[in-house]
């Protein structure tokens, strides 16, 4: 275990020493956020003063290293558009996006383990043969339409949920803003959580269906039958456990791919976290806070992959990881 | 097979186990509900609220920090200028009550008695000359005030603004000038033990998070990028303004979002609106659209310095000829702009009306063989696609226009983040720029657009065309320092028709600003040609 564990973080620092160095190398082509800063009437003198000032005239691998030696010290440098640490500004956003994507996890996971069962055991059934046409649909579309479809349609025409923000908020732990605590709060999580599992669900559906399917069909769960084992267990007990494996592998990555896609949710749904916050920093040029982000999420990666490894072992005794003995 | 004879229990209990879920969600709802609306029952009893969305949100609290749209619009919410530019293009009293002309170089204001700022310390001539040489230190706003010596406060309520030679322009740069509570911005902030009227854009310093002006609104909350909240000042001293207690200012920076939250009731009041919605707002029943023609030229610099064809002032000319503004105006803005043939809209001194839109597609193709380029020619063109209203589409109907004859041109688009480098160091030879007079003055436009590029001056700093014209620069520095407005207007209008003769570059259109707000407050009284709608007289039924 313990072996293990130190080569996962050994990995993990790799991971992140190379993300933050692509995110270095191309921040360049990002612009020059002394532009950001300034009015339009600045001078070039005036702006060549103040990318002295801020190092930014420095050569790649003299901003890299001062970089990394302030990141040795969890400093990863200044926001410019925020005045403050990145470190700072990340902690202050991530609430947002964690509680939106656990939200989202929910959603996938109640949804997709019941109906994607059902459509594996009954799969010709009208429901299961409903619930395959509309995960077609909710794959092939893109979160940004489901989410302006969704504005139109609840907030726009019906009225019933509000169409941006994270609404009311409670602070609890000293930093973490919640919206878990109110009902506004509540009510604005709704049409983000089900926008970014729109194109997870249809997946998972999908995937435990053809994943239970198949082991319907094995010969221990033959055996089970034979045995006279009531349908739950056999379900439930034998077939679903070992439909599990491949989901479980799945799911880590698709967590990751799902951070990912909090960046269109949030800009949609002007949802005050990291994926907002990354887009704007680009297009803002905040260089600091860009590759803090990349970085960041790097290591979520890191850290959501290395715990499914774990699971797996449970899951599955059989199994082990290589190097955890 | 078997599953087919597996009965009705475990399909039940599937059921069962969905219910319960739904079940145990809406109960956790309906558990948080219950608690909410004890809670928020109580406060909200009269207190008038606007829920305003906007596309960005204040930098700053510094007013002098960035010389920008948004920033001006915020100064206008919490500080007072001097004066202020009413929707007629003439100077409203604000915190000056009256001026008076003194010599060719002084201008006397004096100023309004019993003025408080947010802080309560009483609003002075001293705080004038602070905020005026602190305009010095300020990256953004101190070649604004090149023209202007130290401010002198001859009593407490009067105050000489002194210019370094005779300035046409002290009115409008007297709506600049936001005064900031001296007492409150001098001494050392203990936090980063700097001095509290320091301007730094990248850092904390103690005016990026504080305020003190002498504006209808104060600051009480404020979480950058997510919202800024605004509560009416008590002791404001303009007895006769709005009737709004509380803005909250939401930054929505995607345009069908900020539209849906309008259009749900969530917000009150957007700007600005995309184009592309003018019309379903418009006709959207509690809803109130206005509309107004802008100051921002969109134009094309041709740079002749590049290619040797833009030299000729026939090419350039039949380019101008080959553009057809108002076909552009009409089917890709959507009648959301003013076409125009020059540098000034319509009320500035140096608009020349007798110059308009010349589209003529004969004459293009007959100037360019006179020219010797009946065949066409290649060249390169770049263009933001994010800074302006449809500024990716407006190139590509110019590069569509352009083939007609035979100019072939390569589009690059790209944010503008990315356009302003490629733009200085002149990457294409076709750029494009639009521009918004800082001092509501054609002259303005001249100096930074069309004066020969001078780095030492700093005129022509975005003159990527490099068109150089002496007569040009001599008549907008005489401009400069004509008092006579007449005289003044004459010498400005000269410069757009030898612009607009030599073609020296293309001019597309003014674009239009736009407010949408429910129709149950006065959006039209409060709006004005420089888009800062001045929230402080907002009056909501």
């Given at each position: 275990?313990?072996?293990?564990?130190?080569?996962?973080?050994?990995?993990?620092?790799?991971?992140?020493?190379i993300?933050?160095?692509?995110?270095?190398?191309?921040?360049s082509?990002?612009?020059?956020?002394?532009?950001?800063?300034?009015?339009?009437?600045?001078?070039?003198?005036?702006?060549?003063?103040?990318?002295?000032?801020?190092?930014?005239?420095?050569?790649?691998?003299?901003?890299?290293?001062r970089?990394?030696?302030?990141?040795?010290?969890g400093?990863?440098?200044?926001?410019?558009?925020?005045?403050k640490?990145?470190?700072?500004?990340?902690?202050?956003?991530?609430?947002?996006?964690?509680?939106?994507?656990?939200?989202?996890?929910?959603?996938?996971?109640?949804?997709?383990?019941?109906?994607?069962?059902?459509?594996?055991?009954?799969?010709?059934?009208?429901?299961?043969?409903?619930?395959?046409?509309?995960?077609?649909?909710?794959?092939?579309?893109?979160?940004?339409?489901?989410?302006?479809?969704?504005?139109?349609?609840?907030?726009?025409?019906?009225?019933?949920?509000?169409?941006?923000?994270?609404?009311?908020?409670?602070?609890?732990?000293?930093?973490?803003?919640?919206?878990?605590?109110?009902?506004?709060?509540?009510?604005?999580l709704?049409?983000?959580?089900?926008?970014?599992?729109?194109?997870?669900?249809?997946?998972?559906?999908?995937?435990?269906?053809?994943?239970?399917?198949?082991?319907?069909?094995s010969?221990?769960?033959?055996?089970?039958?034979?045995?006279?084992?009531?349908?739950?267990?056999?379900?439930?007990?034998?077939?679903?456990?070992n439909?599990?494996?491949?989901?479980?592998?799945?799911?880590?990555v698709?967590?990751?791919?799902?951070?990912?896609?909090?960046?269109?949710?949030?800009?949609?749904?002007?949802?005050?976290?990291?994926?907002?916050?990354?887009?704007?920093?680009?297009?803002?040029a905040?260089?600091?806070?860009?590759?803090?982000?990349?970085?960041?999420?790097?290591?979520?990666?890191?850290?959501?992959?290395?715990?499914?490894?774990?699971?797996?072992?449970?899951?599955?005794?059989?199994?082990?990881?290589?190097?955890?003995? | 097979?078997?599953?087919?004879?597996?009965?009705?229990?475990?399909?039940l209990?599937?059921?069962?186990?969905?219910?319960?879920?739904?079940?145990?969600?809406?109960?956790?709802?309906?558990?948080?509900?219950?608690?909410?609306?004890?809670?928020?029952?109580?406060?909200?009893?009269?207190?008038?609220?606007?829920?305003?969305?906007?596309?960005?949100?204040?930098?700053?609290?510094?007013?002098?920090?960035?010389?920008?749209?948004?920033?001006?619009?915020?100064s206008?919410?919490?500080?007072?200028?001097?004066v202020?530019?009413?929707?007629?293009?003439?100077?409203?009293?604000?915190?000056?009550?009256?001026w008076?002309?003194?010599?060719?170089?002084v201008?006397?204001?004096?100023?309004?008695?019993?003025?408080?700022?947010?802080?309560?310390?009483?609003?002075?001539?001293?705080?004038?000359?602070?905020t005026?040489?602190?305009?010095?230190?300020?990256?953004?706003?101190?070649?604004l005030?090149?023209?202007?010596?130290?401010?002198?406060?001859?009593?407490?309520?009067?105050?000489?603004?002194?210019?370094?030679?005779?300035?046409?322009?002290?009115?409008?740069?007297?709506?600049?000038?936001?005064?900031m509570d001296?007492?409150?911005?001098s001494?050392?902030?203990?936090?980063?033990?700097?001095?509290?009227?320091?301007?730094?854009?990248?850092?904390?310093?103690?005016?990026?998070?504080?305020?003190?002006?002498?504006?209808?609104?104060t600051?009480?909350?404020?979480?950058?990028?997510?919202?800024?909240?605004?509560?009416?000042?008590?002791?404001?001293w303009?007895?006769?303004?709005?009737?709004?207690?509380?803005?909250?200012?939401?930054?929505?920076?995607?345009?069908?979002?900020?539209?849906?939250?309008?259009?749900s009731g969530?917000?009150?009041?957007?700007?600005?609106?995309?184009?592309?919605d003018?019309?379903?707002?418009g006709?959207?029943?509690?809803?109130?659209?206005?509309?107004?023609s802008?100051?921002?030229?969109?134009?094309?610099?041709?740079?002749?310095?590049?290619?040797?064809?833009?030299?000729?002032?026939?090419?350039?000319?039949?380019?101008?000829?080959?553009?057809?503004?108002?076909?552009?105006?009409?089917?890709?803005?959507?009648?959301?702009?003013?076409?125009?043939?020059?540098?000034?809209?319509?009320?500035?001194?140096g608009?020349?009306?007798?110059?308009?839109?010349?589209?003529?597609?004969?004459?293009?193709?007959?100037?360019?063989?006179?020219?010797?380029?009946?065949?066409?020619?290649?060249?390169?063109?770049?263009?933001?696609?994010?800074?302006?209203?449809?500024?990716?589409?407006?190139?590509?109907?110019?590069v569509?226009?352009?083939?007609?004859?035979?100019?072939?041109?390569?589009?690059?688009?790209?944010?503008?983040?990315?356009?302003?480098?490629?733009?200085?160091?002149?990457?294409?030879?076709?750029?494009?720029?639009?521009?918004?007079?800082?001092?509501?003055?054609s002259?303005?436009?001249?100096?930074?657009?069309?004066?020969?590029?001078?780095?030492?001056?700093?005129?022509?700093?975005?003159?990527?065309?490099?068109?150089?014209?002496?007569?040009?620069?001599?008549?907008?520095?005489?401009?400069?320092?004509?008092?006579?407005?007449?005289?003044?207007?004459?010498?400005?209008q000269?410069?757009?028709?030898?612009l607009?003769?030599?073609?020296?570059?293309?001019?597309?259109?003014?674009?239009?600003?736009?407010?949408?707000?429910?129709?149950?407050?006065?959006?039209?009284?409060?709006?004005?040609?420089?888009?800062?709608?001045?929230?402080?007289?907002?009056?909501i039924?």
């Amino acid at each position: 275990m313990f072996a293990f564990t130190i080569k996962r973080i050994a990995q993990a620092i790799l991971v992140m020493l190379i993300i933050s160095m692509i995110g270095f190398s191309i921040k360049s082509a990002f612009g020059d956020p002394v532009r950001e800063l300034v009015g339009e009437r600045v001078t070039p003198a005036e702006r060549n003063k103040i990318r002295e000032k801020l190092g930014l005239n420095d050569p790649f691998m003299v901003q890299y290293g001062r970089f990394l030696g302030n990141a040795m010290h969890g400093d990863l440098g200044r926001s410019f558009f925020f005045k403050k640490p990145v470190t700072e500004v990340i902690a202050s956003k991530a609430p947002a996006t964690i509680e939106l994507v656990l939200c989202a996890s929910l959603i996938v996971i109640l949804l997709s383990v019941p109906l994607g069962i059902y459509s594996a055991i009954h799969p010709n059934r009208l429901f299961s043969r409903i619930i395959m046409g509309a995960s077609i649909v909710g794959v092939s579309m893109p979160v940004f339409l489901t989410a302006i479809l969704l504005i139109y349609f609840f907030s726009v025409e019906l009225h019933w949920l509000p169409s941006f923000g994270r609404g009311e908020t409670v602070r609890i732990f000293g930093s973490w803003d919640t919206g878990f605590l109110t009902v506004d709060g509540l009510k604005h999580l709704v049409m983000p959580s089900i926008a970014l599992s729109s194109i997870m669900l249809p997946l998972f559906i999908r995937l435990i269906r053809s994943e239970m399917m198949e082991v319907l069909e094995s010969e221990y769960v033959k055996y089970a039958w034979a045995k006279g084992l009531k349908p739950r267990r056999v379900w439930w007990v034998h077939a679903f456990k070992n439909t599990l494996l491949p989901v479980i592998t799945v799911g880590g990555v698709q967590l990751g791919i799902m951070v990912a896609f909090t960046i269109l949710t949030e800009t949609v749904f002007q949802w005050n976290g990291m994926g907002s916050m990354f887009i704007e920093s680009v297009e803002r040029a905040d260089t600091a806070l860009m590759v803090s982000y990349i970085v960041v999420v790097g290591f979520i990666f890191v850290v959501v992959n290395t715990l499914v490894d774990l699971i797996y072992g449970l899951v599955n005794p059989t199994i082990r990881v290589a190097g955890r003995q | 097979m078997k599953i087919s004879t597996l009965k009705s229990a475990s399909k039940l209990s599937l059921l069962a186990l969905t219910l319960v879920i739904t079940a145990m969600l809406l109960v956790g709802c309906g558990d948080g509900e219950k608690k909410e609306q004890a809670e928020d029952a109580a406060p909200a009893a009269d207190k008038i609220v606007l829920k305003l969305a906007m596309d960005a949100d204040p930098v700053s609290l510094d007013p002098q920090v960035q010389l920008s749209g948004g920033m001006l619009q915020y100064s206008h919410t919490v500080f007072d200028p001097l004066v202020r530019w009413t929707k007629t293009g003439g100077f409203e009293p604000r915190l000056a009550e009256s001026w008076e002309v003194i010599s060719d170089t002084v201008t006397r204001f004096h100023l309004r008695k019993g003025v408080k700022f947010h802080s309560g310390n009483p609003f002075t001539a001293q705080d004038v000359v602070f905020t005026l040489n602190r305009f010095k230190q300020s990256d953004d706003f101190k070649g604004l005030f090149n023209a202007f010596g130290d401010a002198v406060a001859v009593d407490d309520h009067t105050v000489d603004l002194v210019t370094n030679e005779p300035y046409g322009l002290v009115m409008a740069m007297a709506t600049y000038i936001f005064p900031m509570d001296k007492a409150f911005y001098s001494g050392t902030d203990p936090k980063n033990d700097k001095p509290k009227d320091l301007i730094l854009k990248t850092d904390y310093t103690f005016a990026n998070y504080n305020e003190s002006g002498t504006g209808a609104f104060t600051v009480t909350d404020r979480e950058q990028g997510v919202k800024i909240v605004f509560t009416r000042f008590a002791d404001y001293w303009d007895a006769n303004t709005g009737n709004v207690d509380e803005i909250v200012l939401t930054p929505i920076g995607e345009a069908p979002t900020r539209v849906a939250a309008l259009l749900s009731g969530d917000v009150d009041f957007i700007m600005p609106v995309p184009p592309n919605d003018l019309e379903r707002i418009g006709s959207t029943d509690g809803l109130n659209l206005v509309t107004m023609s802008g100051g921002r030229i969109i134009t094309f610099q041709l740079n002749l310095k590049r290619l040797e064809q833009f030299a000729n002032p026939k090419v350039r000319q039949a380019m101008a000829y080959a553009y057809d503004n108002n076909g552009v105006v009409a089917k890709v803005m959507k009648g959301f702009a003013t076409a125009g043939a020059q540098n000034s809209p319509k009320g500035y001194q140096g608009h020349n009306p007798a110059l308009q839109p010349r589209f003529d597609l004969e004459k293009a193709k007959a100037l360019m063989a006179e020219a010797g380029y009946a065949e066409g020619f290649a060249c390169t063109m770049i263009a933001p696609n994010n800074r302006y209203v449809n500024d990716e589409k407006i190139a590509q109907a110019f590069v569509a226009m352009m083939s007609k004859i035979g100019i072939t041109i390569s589009l690059k688009t790209m944010p503008k983040a990315q356009y302003w480098d490629q733009f200085d160091a002149q990457a294409a030879d076709i750029q494009m720029i639009g521009w918004h007079s800082d001092t509501e003055d054609s002259a303005n436009f001249f100096e930074y657009l069309n004066m020969c590029p001078n780095k030492d001056t700093g005129k022509g700093q975005y003159n990527s065309g490099n068109y150089c014209n002496p007569e040009v620069d001599q008549l907008t520095m005489d401009s400069n320092k004509e008092t006579n407005v007449e005289k003044r207007a004459a010498m400005l209008q000269k410069v757009e028709q030898i612009l607009f003769d030599d073609a020296a570059f293309i001019p597309l259109h003014w674009q239009n600003l736009s407010w949408a707000s429910k129709d149950n407050m006065n959006t039209e009284d409060i709006v004005n040609v420089m888009n800062f709608p001045y929230f402080g007289n907002l009056v909501i039924k």
